[in-house]
């Protein structure tokens, strides 16, 4: 009798202790039991920029703040079109320490400032801002400084070489013009607002696209040079009929640039524009 229960004690003895590690062997890690399809990473953009307005530290010459589109960067062999964007006097894309981009948002570039449109408009747009870093000071842009800030573009972004833009109000418009006498090799395209022609030689203006606007109660600079002018680059023997003159009737007087730039036609120029 003692035998027969020492033995059934033995046997209850090794069942317990199988059950117990057939438990163990199927037990989770907390990593396996807290996993979920239904909740996926979610998704960043390729390139942190992408989508926004950033600060391009150029330690010498035009700081600049920099727009890349929201899918800059998932495709490296994709190239984009550039448009320059160029501030008036007093105007400024930086905060004074260029620590950040900020001060008066002018230009273009404010078309894709934290706006709806910049969720889609497939453009870098690059805009320089003329006072240097400390300085909140004013002046006219310099040419030869214009230019090493696209050529520098070229080099660092996804820029196609074919469709770079440039567009500018008041004395921006000066600059416009300045990279059409001079840099008309790197620009496939222009757009000079609110300030009068500059070009002794409006034939220089005729081989290349130039859409022009201005406002009849600007009365800082009137558009009536530039109507006078506009015959005369229509009889250029070098015109490739791309002149486009438009004078607003507004109550905005000098300052219709914010306008003219929102309107869908004047954004699809900007990016539609090829060498």
Same mark, same amino acid.
């Given at each position: 009798m003692y035998k027969k229960l020492t033995t059934l004690l033995i046997l209850l003895s090794i069942f317990?202790? #199988?059950? @117990?590690?057939?438990? /163990?062997?199927?037990? %989770?890690?907390?990593? +396996?039991s807290t996993e979920s399809p239904l909740n996926p990473t979610p998704t960043t953009p390729a390139d942190a920029r992408a989508g926004k307005v950033t600060l391009w530290d150029r330690s010498s010459g035009y700081d600049c703040a920099v727009f890349l589109p929201a899918d800059y960067g998932t495709d490296p062999n994709k190239t984009y079109p550039m448009i320059?964007?160029?501030?008036?006097?007093? $105007?400024?894309?930086l905060n004074i320490a260029h620590t950040a981009v900020g001060g008066g948002k002018t230009g273009f570039i404010k078309q894709v400032w934290g706006t709806?449109?910049? %969720?889609?408009?497939?453009?870098?747009? =690059?805009a320089p801002?003329?006072?240097?870093?400390?300085?909140?000071? &004013? #002046?006219?842009? =310099?040419?030869?400084?214009?230019? %090493?800030? =696209?050529?520098?573009? *070229? +080099?660092?972004?996804?820029?196609?070489?074919d469709r770079i833009v440039v567009t500018g109000l008041s004395a921006g418009s000066i600059g416009t013009q300045e990279l059409i006498k @001079? &840099?008309? /090799?790197?620009?496939a395209g222009a757009m000079p607002g609110a300030y009068a022609n500059t070009f002794s030689d409006v034939? +220089? *203006?005729?081989? =290349?696209?130039?859409?022009?606007? $201005?406002?009849?109660?600007?009365?800082?600079?009137?558009?009536t040079g530039w109507q006078l002018a506009k015959p005369k680059i229509e009889s250029c023997s070098n015109y490739i009929h791309e002149f486009t003159l438009t004078v607003y009737n507004s109550t905005c007087g000098h300052g219709c640039w914010d306008a003219h730039w929102a309107k869908p036609e004047v954004? +699809?120029?900007?990016i539609n524009q090829r060498k």
């Open positions: 317990s202790v #199988g059950c @117990n590690k057939k438990d /163990d062997s199927s037990s %989770q890690t907390p990593s +396996e320059f964007s160029l501030h008036g006097l007093n $105007g400024s894309v709806t449109l910049a %969720q889609k408009y497939p453009a870098i747009v =690059i801002n003329w006072a240097p870093a400390g300085s909140n000071g &004013s #002046g006219l842009w =310099i040419h030869s400084q214009l230019r %090493q800030v =696209i050529l520098d573009a *070229m +080099e660092k972004y996804q820029v196609d070489p @001079n &840099s008309k /090799d790197l620009i034939c +220089e *203006m005729a081989d =290349i696209p130039v859409w022009v606007f $201005g406002n009849n109660s600007d009365n800082l600079f009137t558009s954004q +699809e120029w900007l």
